[in-house]
């Protein structure tokens, strides 16, 4: 059982480890664009708690969300949610 634990937690942190290198892309792209998150989440029709979680990577966006994002942001949604 300890062993299964431990595989899980390993996988836990990798997909940790690829949220956070998404939402320092994405936090990266609004500071470059200088739109403060409040005006983002306004212009994307969402919350800015919404927002503000995807950007501290505890919540995946949508894809319509990710489309959204680069679309307004002036970015491929690929340079801010592609894969390692």
Same mark, same amino acid.
């Given at each position: 059982? /300890? +062993? +299964?634990?431990? !595989? !899980?937690?390993?996988? =836990?942190?990798? %997909? +940790?480890?690829?949220?956070?290198?998404?939402? !320092?892309? #994405?936090?990266? /792209?609004?500071?470059?664009?200088?739109?403060?998150?409040?005006?983002? =989440?306004?212009?994307m029709g969402m919350s800015q708690?919404?927002? @503000?979680?995807?950007? *501290?990577? +505890?919540?995946?966006? !949508? %894809? %319509?969300?990710? %489309? *959204?994002? /680069?679309?307004? #942001?002036?970015? @491929? *949604?690929? @340079?801010?949610? /592609?894969?390692?």
């Open positions: 059982m /300890a +062993r +299964r634990l431990a !595989t !899980t937690t390993t996988a =836990a942190r990798a %997909d +940790r480890r690829v949220a956070v290198r998404h939402n !320092t892309t #994405l936090k990266l /792209a609004i500071v470059k664009h200088g739109i403060p998150q409040v005006r983002l =989440a306004d212009r708690f919404r927002l @503000s979680r995807i950007v *501290r990577g +505890r919540i995946e966006p !949508t %894809d %319509d969300e990710q %489309d *959204r994002l /680069a679309e307004i #942001l002036g970015v @491929s *949604r690929r @340079s801010l949610f /592609a894969a390692p």
